[in-house]
């Protein structure tokens, strides 16, 4: 049967109109999915200072795109994260992710000691990760295991508080500085600079076991012979990680140091 010409033609559906209760719901179920997902991205992937603006922005993101038709796949990134923080939380991941060889050598004396940097806090004290190695080194000094520090960090205050702090433990050891670097190859080039001008056959190579397979490879790269000495992590427990912190922070740096070799093996870092 062939329609009229003028035959009418019938209207397409009229979607309904959300209520503001239904637009309110989508709203905050949407920021809260943004907001989680960025927070839980931040946390594993080192993106400590930026954290706070990828979640609000991830949070209005989220809130907008649940209004339209793919509120779906918003639903579906919610599910993926809360299943990732469920097996990072309740299942052995993480822990299995840590075991591997031991990141040591035995200590031996040394000409000097390599204290790698690892950031400054706003306040300009020095940073948890800094703090660590920094104190760990000194240690070291007081057993004789070496006459020098050298410090590699980006900081300008870093030196002045360390040399504080060596006064105030009774210590008088000179003090070389390499910076300003920007990553762990430019620490191990920056060394290598040193070591040669001194003419050092061995150093002591500090920081966190979770950095030193990449660190001691970078070193070894850059010309300088150096004994594996990793500081303690009051970060987190990184031996036996139970708490759901210690756990995000442990897979975060699994993360960042598998990709960080990666990356350093294909420019011939390595």
Not at 56 to 74: E, P, Q, Y
Not at 118 to 144: E, F, K, V, W
Not at 213 to 224: N, P, S, Y
């Given at each position: 049967?062939?329609d009229?010409?003028?035959?009418p ?6 979607p309904?109109?959300r209520s ?20 839980l991205?931040?946390?594993l ?40 923080i ?12 840590l ?5 040591s050598?035995?200590?031996?004396p ?10 400054m806090n ?25 006459p020098?520090l050298?410090l ?13 702090q ?6 008088s050891?000179?003090?070389?500085n ?6 762990t190859h ?5 060394v ?6 001194h ?9 966190h076991?979770w ?11 850059a010309?300088?012979?150096?004994l ?6 009051t ?5 036996n ?12 740096c699994v ?5 960080g070799?990666r ?8």
């Amino acid at each position: 049967m062939i329609d009229e010409p003028n035959a009418p033609h019938p209207e397409p559906p009229v979607p309904p109109r959300r209520s503001r209760h239904e637009i309110i719901s989508r709203l905050i179920i949407g920021a809260t999915i943004g907001a989680f997902t960025a927070w839980l991205f931040s946390e594993l992937a080192f993106a400590d200072r930026a954290a706070r603006y990828v979640v609000l922005i991830s949070a209005v993101l989220g809130a907008s795109l649940n209004l339209t038709r793919v509120t779906k796949l918003v639903s579906a990134i919610g599910a993926i994260s809360v299943l990732t923080i469920l097996v990072i939380a309740f299942t052995p991941l993480v822990p299995w992710l840590l075991k591997g060889p031991a990141q040591s050598d035995p200590l031996e004396p040394c000409d000097a000691i390599v204290s790698l940097g690892a950031g400054m806090n706003d306040d300009g004290t020095l940073g948890s990760g800094t703090q660590d190695r920094a104190i760990y080194s000194l240690t070291l000094l007081h057993a004789r295991y070496a006459p020098v520090l050298v410090l590699t960090g980006n900081e300008a205050q870093g030196e002045s508080i360390i040399r504080r702090q060596m006064r105030a433990l009774g210590l008088s050891f000179p003090i070389e500085n390499c910076g300003p670097v920007h990553d762990t190859h430019d620490e191990s080039v920056a060394v290598a600079r040193l070591f040669k001008a001194h003419g050092w056959r061995r150093v002591i190579l500090v920081t966190h076991d979770w950095h030193m397979r990449r660190a001691a490879a970078a070193f070894e790269k850059a010309g300088v012979h150096a004994l594996r000495s990793p500081c303690p992590d009051t970060h987190c427990d990184m031996h036996n990680p139970s708490r759901l912190p210690d756990r995000l922070r442990a897979l975060a740096c699994v993360i960042h140091e598998t990709l960080g070799y990666r990356v350093y093996h294909l420019h011939g870092w390595l």
